[in-house]
């Protein structure tokens, strides 16, 4: 088995398919809902933690510590501060770590670049939706469901997250 866990020896393995299913079913319920269930995550990370197991059992694992390691360490300094500051979910910290599990820090970097690239993308048209209706609430003649605020959306980001993950995984199985 090579690293990352959801690459393998064969990408399009059962491996690849368990991270590509489970970052769908969290990408559906952060985009459906805002909310990733701790179960959900556990559940990635458990999956996760099974193949690390089994790849330090085959005397392979001192490099996939190591860079589960340093993808804990990228996750202290990039998402917990986020979490803190109120700019993030806990749920998507938690993913960060599950994710970090499955690939390690080389491929947790680029999941995060492509997720906030998205989020990036998200927020701005977002603003320009927001601007655009506070400008017709102030018009008079605006129909009543424009005058008033609508619930603030936040951004899905452990959806962009998982999005990321699946354009990785994607590129393994294009790699093969």
Same mark, same amino acid.
């Given at each position: 088995?090579?690293?990352? %866990?959801?690459?393998?020896?064969?990408?399009?393995?059962?491996?690849?398919?368990?991270?590509?299913?489970?970052?769908?079913?969290?990408?559906?319920?952060?985009?459906?809902?805002?909310?990733?269930?701790?179960?959900?995550?556990? $559940?990635?990370?458990?999956?996760?933690?099974?193949?690390?197991?089994?790849?330090?059992?085959?005397?392979?694992?001192?490099?996939?510590?190591?860079?589960?390691?340093?993808?804990? %360490? %990228?996750?202290?300094? %990039?998402?917990?501060?986020?979490?803190?500051?109120?700019?993030?979910?806990?749920?998507?910290?938690?993913?960060?770590?599950?994710?970090?599990?499955?690939?390690?820090?080389?491929?947790? $970097?680029?999941?995060?670049?492509?997720?906030?690239?998205?989020?990036?993308?998200?927020?701005?048209?977002?603003?320009? @939706?927001?601007? @655009?209706?506070?400008?017709?609430?102030?018009?008079?003649?605006?129909?009543?469901?424009?005058?008033?605020?609508?619930?603030?959306?936040?951004?899905?980001?452990?959806?962009?997250?998982?999005?990321?993950?699946?354009?990785?995984?994607?590129?393994?199985?294009?790699?093969?």
């Amino acid at each position: 088995m090579s690293w990352p %866990l959801w690459a393998g020896n064969s990408p399009g393995g059962l491996a690849w398919w368990a991270f590509v299913a489970w970052l769908a079913a969290v990408a559906w319920s952060d985009f459906r809902s805002r909310r990733i269930g701790n179960v959900l995550i556990a $559940t990635g990370a458990a999956m996760a933690l099974l193949l690390v197991l089994m790849q330090v059992g085959d005397g392979s694992g001192s490099d996939v510590l190591k860079s589960i390691g340093m993808a804990f %360490l %990228l996750v202290a300094a %990039l998402f917990l501060p986020a979490w803190w500051l109120g700019y993030m979910g806990a749920a998507d910290v938690k993913l960060a770590l599950a994710l970090a599990l499955w690939g390690g820090y080389h491929a947790l $970097t680029l999941m995060w670049v492509m997720a906030s690239v998205l989020a990036m993308v998200h927020s701005v048209v977002l603003l320009a @939706r927001r601007r @655009r209706m506070r400008a017709a609430a102030a018009n008079a003649e605006a129909p009543p469901a424009l005058r008033v605020a609508g619930p603030q959306r936040l951004v899905p980001y452990g959806a962009y997250l998982a999005i990321g993950g699946v354009v990785l995984a994607l590129a393994a199985l294009g790699g093969r």
